[in-house]
């Protein structure tokens, strides 16, 4: 990066800072071995990450957890309405997965969809929006918190299981070697239900059954990165599928409607955030190392708040779709049809 700063000539100007030069421009660190199911070889016990990975990754990764309390306190205010399910805790499975893969690679997720929805391109202007349901939400304000779609990303989607009759697919990927990742984000609760009360066997990574699996610290970024590498070389060589399960956490409720503490208590999620969130293991190894400074950090945390509230301003004043704009965009390329008694052209009148 470039800094140039243009003064009156015969000025003098004192600069005390900090240059890039002074910080670590790549590190290497020791990750957590990954348990493996039907493999030989596992992903490395190392990775390297460059500092302008680091911020990219930190940076993304606040975003999500920023954007996810900016829904939480809309949601309250009954701002936010519907079913709205939190992805924060879990930011570092969707910004690994990411750095693994390619976004020409398709991927389909299931209603905790919000971060992926930014790592796939989406904006925080167009979630936080549709959200709230305006006009310029993703999905046009039409879909709300389930159903965001971006381009190669299908999904949001608001049916328990509805990613894929499970055992069905395996077995057809399997036989017809698909180079597909499957991923279980397993943050440790089915809804209100602990995966011990739940599974006679919690090895997730091994319910392929014929289909090679890694189980994967979901809490690391540079771990589920390196994973999902070694996932994605594996399918891409012609080997087949792939499962993997990711150990992560989520520090809200199922849903906005779950407090999430009735389950579960208080200390246990404390717990969790002061021994391996995602972000601060993230900021400890980039400040450890020299990678960034605290003040670098912190400069990234207020820009990424403002860019927040910026977004939540537009998503609170948007004007929410016309009627007529509801039966738009369900077919692309194709002639409208009649469903139930509708189509595009049907006018639509408010009844209260």
Not at 184 to 200: D, F, H, I, L, P
């Amino acid at each position: 990066m470039l800094w140039v700063l243009l003064v009156p000539q015969g000025s003098r100007v004192v600069v005390s800072a900090r240059t890039y030069a002074d910080f670590t421009p790549q590190a290497t660190f020791d990750i957590k071995k990954c348990d493996l199911h039907k493999l030989e070889d596992g992903p490395p016990l190392q990775a390297v990450l460059t500092r302008e990975e680091g911020l990219k990754y930190y940076r993304t990764m606040q975003v999500m957890r920023r954007m996810e309390l900016k829904a939480d306190q809309l949601y309250k205010q009954k701002i936010i309405r519907g079913f709205c399910h939190l992805y924060d805790g879990q930011e570092a499975c969707a910004v690994g997965i990411e750095a693994g893969i390619n976004l020409t690679d398709h991927l389909i997720t299931a209603y905790r969809a919000h971060g992926y929805t930014l790592t796939r391109g989406g904006t925080v202007r167009e979630i936080m929006a549709e959200l709230t349901g305006r006009r310029g939400g993703i999905a046009k304000g039409k879909g709300g918190s389930m159903h965001m779609y971006t381009k190669n990303f299908y999904g949001g989607n608001g049916i328990v299981g509805a990613q894929g009759q499970i055992f069905e697919t395996y077995n057809m990927a399997s036989l017809w070697k698909l180079p597909c990742i499957f991923i279980c984000e397993n943050n440790k609760y089915g809804m209100g239900t602990s995966v011990e009360r739940a599974a006679a066997s919690t090895d997730y990574y091994k319910r392929g059954d014929f289909i090679p699996g890694l189980r994967v610290d979901g809490m690391d970024v540079l771990c589920v990165r390196e994973a999902t590498k070694f996932a994605a070389e594996h399918c891409r060589s012609g080997k087949g599928p792939i499962l993997m399960e990711l150990q992560t956490y989520r520090y809200h409720g199922h849903s906005m409607s779950d407090p999430g503490v009735s389950y579960r208590t208080r200390e246990e999620i404390q717990e969790v955030r002061s021994k391996s969130d995602p972000i601060s293991m993230l900021k400890d190894r980039m400040l450890n190392n020299n990678m960034a400074s605290v003040e670098e950090l912190k400069e990234i945390d207020v820009e990424v708040r403002k860019e927040i509230e910026d977004a939540a301003q537009f998503a609170t004043t948007d004007p929410e779709p016309p009627l007529e704009d509801l039966c738009n965009h369900i077919f692309c390329n194709e002639p409208p049809m009649e469903v139930r008694g509708t189509n595009p052209w049907t006018k639509l009148k408010s009844v209260s």
